[in-house]
């Protein structure tokens, strides 16, 4: 079964930026899709971006468009999640997750329920 293993989270100064690693268990992770989403402090898992097996699409919720680069690395079976000008609005328990691709792209990519495979997580804190 494939394993998401996310890291990189931390605490950081509005405007500052990190980069979250999503190390997977399978080689194969080469056939899935990937999505990021993150949970702020009470309030449900929100989608942040996606990125198709292959590399060559991505798609970003309209707030962190331009600021967050979701890219990856298929010989090393790793996703990545680049957020620069970081926001007091962007802290959150940060995830990756995976399914075998559809072939439809990114459609409906943005749903939780499309991704049968996630990480524990990774807390981002974003201070002003």
């Known amino acids: 079964q494939l394993q998401l293993v996310e890291s990189g989270g931390g605490l950081v100064q509005a405007g500052g930026s990190l980069r979250l690693s999503c190390i997977a268990s399978?080689?194969?992770?080469?056939?899935?899709?990937v999505g990021w989403f993150r949970r702020a402090p009470g309030k449900d898992r929100d989608f942040v971006a996606a990125i198709t097996w292959s590399g060559m699409n991505t798609y970003y919720t309209d707030s962190v468009e331009g600021r967050f680069t979701s890219s990856r690395d298929n010989a090393k079976n790793v996703a990545f999640l680049q957020m620069d000008s970081l926001k007091a609005e962007d802290t959150g328990v940060y995830y990756c997750a995976a399914s075998y691709r559809s072939g439809y792209g990114l459609a409906n990519r943005s749903l939780p329920s499309q991704y049968p495979y996630w990480g524990q997580g990774t807390q981002v804190t974003v201070f002003s």
């Open positions: 399978y080689r194969t992770f080469s056939a899935y899709d």
